[in-house]
């Protein structure tokens, strides 16, 4: 079960990765591109998961059963 420190843990990886491609960029012209690139990749990646992660860790809106019958559908469970 996933808990509070998957966050944290996966922002030290995507620090990590990012230092990564700053020093391991190759050299040359595109080396800003590629650093941009890479960072920027990293980044969006991380926001993605994190907000899909902490959108099913605390879902703003309870799931509702939808096989109950009609007389007992507006009874809350």
């Known amino acids: 079960m996933a808990n509070g420190w998957s966050i944290i843990i996966g922002l ?36 993605m998961w994190a907000i899909t992660f902490l ?4 879902p703003l809106i309870e799931p509702r059963r939808g096989n109950l019958r009609p007389q007992y559908a507006h009874e809350k469970i």
């Open 12 to 47: 030290i990886v995507v620090v990590l990765a990012c230092l990564a491609a700053w020093f391991f960029s190759p050299k040359g012209e595109t080396q800003t591109i590629w650093r941009s690139s890479l960072i920027l990749s990293f980044a969006s990646c991380y926001l």
């Open 55 to 58: 959108a099913q860790w605390h």
